[in-house]
């Protein structure tokens, strides 16, 4: 019997703070996986400035990419296709991934396909659980994006809720700036929560009346600034932990809550959660127990792949390639790319 080819994919990400490169062998085997972080200088602002991204873009993607070919013990012309986020992003960083994938896969001959980056953010499921296959529901909860949705097949969503305002990971980013956290606010705040007791202060879970799967931040997020205002108002001072512990637990309710619903409404059995606030690790906790309780299958991937990365773009990109998406010469940066749009 004729040995089928393995099919190896390029993956390249550099839509918000992270340039990244990852070679992804039949699909959902990580080759390699390289991420060059800006964090430490974006830290200095308080939040990433997108002229200094694109430009420390330009500086690492070439750098990137080829450690990312040697890392797998690959050369490009292994290469089956490339594949790059084209959308949503910063349009300076986007453009810097696109142009570069755009050259190897025109002087390589090589088809090129554009991801949508919260297609690469679900995907990122698939690396560690080889059993998962849609359809399934999703909670996509990054710093750009607060989304549920029935992934249908790979690559085909059914939106069933969104955030009318802030993302999840934008409310935990601006709460740890009001406490003196610095940036990202995410992972500090999941940090300092730890030590703090959930309970003491009770902050709105924000539903959005007549639509049970949406999501709304900002008033949580104006319910911490009232809460430290008046404090300070009065000279008290603040415990950061349990203010910390308790902003936590009423973003997470709300996200468990909406999840485990849609997974009983739409009758799934398996729900897997993406992003960077994915890897949190109270949500983690009270999404698993909910969904023990429910009998739901609970997925979520390792912290590394939760937040942004290219392996996940290499794999949703895969699963575009099987299905014969090519883009052309003219990709361009899409800001605003919604999800399911091409
Ligand atoms: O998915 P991601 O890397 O980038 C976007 O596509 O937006 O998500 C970054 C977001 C940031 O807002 C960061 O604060 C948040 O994910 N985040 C977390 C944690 N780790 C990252 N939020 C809560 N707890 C965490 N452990
Ligand atoms: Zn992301």
């Known amino acids: 019997m004729e040995q089928k080819k393995d099919c190896y994919i390029l993956g390249i990400e550099s839509s918000c703070d992270e340039t990244a490169a990852a070679v992804v062998k039949n699909g959902r085997e990580i080759c390699s996986n390289i991420i060059s972080s800006q964090i430490d200088l974006h830290t200095l602002y308080g939040g990433v400035v997108p002229e200094i991204a694109s430009r420390k873009h330009m500086e690492k993607i070439n750098q990137v990419i080829e450690e990312a070919l040697k890392v797998a013990g690959t050369t490009l012309d292994q290469m089956d296709a490339i594949a790059v986020t084209y959308g949503p992003g910063l349009v300076g960083s986007l453009l810097v991934g696109v142009s570069a994938a755009k050259a190897i896969a025109y002087a390589k001959k090589l088809p090129l396909v554009g991801v949508h980056h ?20 999703c909670l996509i909860v990054s710093g750009g994006h607060t989304h549920l949705v029935i992934v249908k097949d790979y690559g085909e969503f059914e939106i069933l809720g969104r955030t009318r305002d802030d993302a999840a990971g934008e409310a935990f980013d601006k709460v740890a700036r009001s406490i003196g956290l ?155 790319l919604k999800l399911g749009e091409r």
């Open 182 to 336: 610095g940036y990202p606010g995410g992972p500090k705040i999941d940090k300092i929560a730890k030590e703090g007791n959930p309970n003491a202060i009770v902050f709105p879970k924000a539903k959005v009346d007549g639509a049970p799967f949406d999501f709304s931040f900002s008033g949580i997020k104006s319910s911490v600034l009232n809460y430290l205002n008046h404090a300070k108002m009065r000279g008290e001072t603040v415990n950061s932990a349990d203010l910390a512990a308790s902003f936590q637990r009423a973003v997470v309710d709300v996200l468990v809550e909406h999840a485990v619903l849609a997974a009983k409404q739409y009758g799934f059995h398996k729900l897997a959660m993406a992003g960077g606030v994915a890897s949190n690790s109270a949500l983690r906790i009270a999404m698993s127990q909910a969904c023990e309780k429910e009998k739901i299958q609970l997925y979520y991937p390792s912290p590394i792949y939760c937040t942004d990365n290219a392996a996940m773009i290499g794999v949703a990109g895969y699963y575009e390639f099987i299905k014969g998406t090519r883009h052309g010469w003219n990709l361009n940066a899409v800001p605003g």
């Open 118 to 137: 919260i297609e690469g953010h679900v995907a990122a499921n698939f690396i560690e659980h080889p059993e998962l296959e849609p359809p399934f529901i």
